[in-house]
Structure formats: structure tokens, C-alpha cells
């Protein structure tokens, strides 16, 4: 996102283990999973409550702070002290916390609530957002067992980016200044063109019957058949 030139990014930051150790020792709320991450997602926060009525009491006071759990880096504090002190929610903030730090240059917001992602992650999970776009223009996180499914579980993380909407959002390149040649197979034109490709300059060779319409690019001069010689002129 630095490279693109894209200001006022915002990354967003949220963490899959964290509901995996609330939800670990109770197996009713295991088992309703899905059902948990729709009501996180859409912050529905009367319909949780009412929904995991019967959970054990840690746990639905736990799915019931996390809903709150949203904002600046100052909600990592407050997730230590509203959160059970489990060595799962422990390790899963503190690696929030490298994160965050780790990307000064961006604003950066916490979610503990948000599991938009791809629903297989198994830690951390991001977001990229930028002036523009309602929908993030970069989305991963990490995904630890994926590869169980083919027989090998093994740490690893990735992400997926918009690169049409990033281009969208990017101003116009300026046209880079090129030559115009006409098509012709002598050796004398060959030669040029192959030597002012060599010095850098980008030459445009005109195809049979081709009208000039290269809208990335200004040529500025062309290669002119002038005395049995070709020369490069200015265009007026």
C-alpha cells in the first residue's frame, strides 16, 4: 500500500483465536459456532444474549464484551481486564499488540468482534481500507491448519488485494515521451530503432495501415525519411 502512493490507509485488526478460547471449554457453545460469529459479525448484541442464555456464564459474558471491544490500540488494555485470563486470549492480544506497533505509519483499529475474513484463519486477521473505497482493498490474515485437509498442517499467513480497485483509486500516470516510427523492414530503420531502444528511449513502430492512437504514450518526435537517411525530428 506504500509503494501504490495510497494515503490515509486504515488497517483494521482483529483475532480469530480469541473467540476459539472463550468458546473452548464450554461444548454447547462449540457446537454453535456459526451461529456466534453471524451475531459477532452483524453486532446483534440483544440476539446474543439471548442465544447463549444457557452457556456458561464466562463464556456468555465474554461474547457479550466483545461486542464492546472495538476502537483504537487502547482496546487491547481493556480486553485484558474484561476478557477471561486464558493463555489462548493472552497470547492472541499480545500478538495484536506486535501488530499494531509494527504499522506506525497507518491508522490503525481494533475489532475484537470482527471475524469477516475468510473463515478459515486460525490467528490473526487484518483489513486494509483507504479513502474511496467502502470495502477493504486488502484482506488475509493467518491460516495455520488449511493444510490438514491435504495430510500437512503448517504455519502460514497471506492476504488478497484489489489491484483494480487500488489502480482506480491511483492518479494518472503521465504519458512516457516515445518516438514514432513508420513500419518498413530496411536495414537503415531497423538499426536506428534498434539503437535508440538501446539508449532508453521507448520507439513506437507503426504497423501497416495503424493510425498513431498510443494514449500511454506522447511521442514527441518520429523517424522521418529525409535524403536517403532516416532522422528523428520534433512533432510540431
Known amino acids: 500500500m506504500q509503494l501504490s502512493g495510497l494515503s490515509k490507509v486504515t488497517l483494521d485488526l482483529s483475532h480469530n483465536g480469541i473467540l476459539h478460547a472463550i468458546l473452548e471449554d464450554d461444548e454447547r457453545a462449540i457446537r454453535h459456532y456459526t451461529e456466534i460469529v453471524g451475531m459477532l459479525r452483524s453486532k446483534d448484541l440483544p440476539g446474543l444474549k439471548a442465544f447463549t442464555a ?4 464466562t463464556v456468555r459474558d465474554a461474547l457479550a464484551a466483545l461486542m464492546a471491544l472495538h476502537g483504537d490500540v487502547s482496546v487491547l488494555q481493556r480486553a485484558r481486564e474484561l476478557l477471561p485470563s486464558k493463555p489462548g486470549i493472552t497470547q492472541a492480544l499480545d500478538e495484536l499488540a506486535v501488530l499494531a506497533r509494527s504499522a506506525a505509519d497507518v491508522r490503525v483499529n481494533i475489532d475484537l468482534a470482527d471475524l469477516s475474513g475468510y473463515q478459515y484463519e486460525s490467528g490473526a486477521m487484518f483489513a486494509l481500507y483507504v479513502e474511496g473505497l467502502p470495502n477493504a482493498v486488502a484482506r488475509g490474515g493467518r491460516y495455520d491448519h488449511v493444510g490438514e485437509a491435504f495430510g500437512r498442517a503448517r504455519p502460514a499467513t497471506g492476504f488478497s488485494m484489489d489491484l483494480r480497485e487500488v489502480a482506480r483509486l491511483l492518479p494518472a500516470a503521465a504519458p512516457a515521451s516515445a518516438i514514432r516510427a513508420p513500419w518498413g523492414r530496411e536495414p537503415a530503420l531497423t ?11 521507448i520507439v513506437i513502430q507503426l504497423l501497416p495501415g495503424e493510425a498513431s492512437g498510443e494514449q500511454e504514450f506522447d511521442c514527441d518526435r518520429e523517424i522521418v525519411a529525409e535524403g536517403g537517411k532516416f532522422l528523428v525530428k520534433a512533432l510540431q
Do not use: M, N
Not at 54 to 57: C, I, M, Q
Not at 191 to 201: D, P, V, Y
Open 54 to 57: 444457557g452457556f456458561a456464564v
Open 191 to 201: 538499426s536506428l530503432i534498434a539503437s535508440l531502444r538501446a539508449q532508453g528511449e
